[in-house]
């Protein structure tokens, strides 16, 4: 497999559409005119992967009144997706299952971790024009800081 650079601030976001939990399709273009927060985690059932995403799930509105939809995404299937999000109570947060081609978007965007099987934990922010203007890759065993990417889009917004 060919090695693609991590993506960058600058860089025009690549599309892509993947299942959620609920085996509905999001596409990344069709959320043209919203700021995306793509929260990639490694797996599904760990604690630092189940706080990052209960933390979109519980910041939802707020993100919403800044005009930006966030998105989970690991390469776990749909089947364990459901049942993840299920036992975490995340009623309304998509997470998407980059399962096959495994790790395919993770790939694309230079954050698949090829020693490890999974992507990097990473905040990657897509604006209303489509291009990725916030870039953040945090330890594994870390739990990314909603916040910054809460302060930065409100600046974006400003």
């Known amino acids: 497999m060919t090695h693609v650079p991590m993506v960058k601030p600058g860089d025009p976001a690549k599309n892509f559409s993947l299942k959620d939990q609920n085996d509905k399709t999001f596409g990344l273009y069709e959320q043209s005119g919203k700021h995306v927060l793509l929260s990639f985690h490694p797996l599904a059932w760990t604690d ?24 989970g995404i690991s390469v776990d299937s749909r089947p364990c997706k459901r049942a993840w999000a299920a036992s975490l109570s995340i009623k309304h947060t998509p997470l998407l299952c980059d399962f096959w081609p495994h790790g395919a978007v993770a790939q694309k965007y230079g954050l698949f971790r090829d020693e490890n099987g999974f992507s990097e ?29 809460i302060v930065f889009l409100q600046k974006l917004a400003a």
């Open 121 to 149: 934990r990473a905040n990657v922010v897509v604006d209303k024009n489509q291009l990725v203007v916030f870039v953040k890759v945090y330890p594994i065993h870390s739990i990314p800081d909603i916040q910054e990417v």
């Open 48 to 71: 630092f992967c189940a706080a990052q995403m209960t933390s979109l799930e519980d910041n939802r509105e707020l993100l919403a009144s800044i005009n930006c939809v966030p998105v």
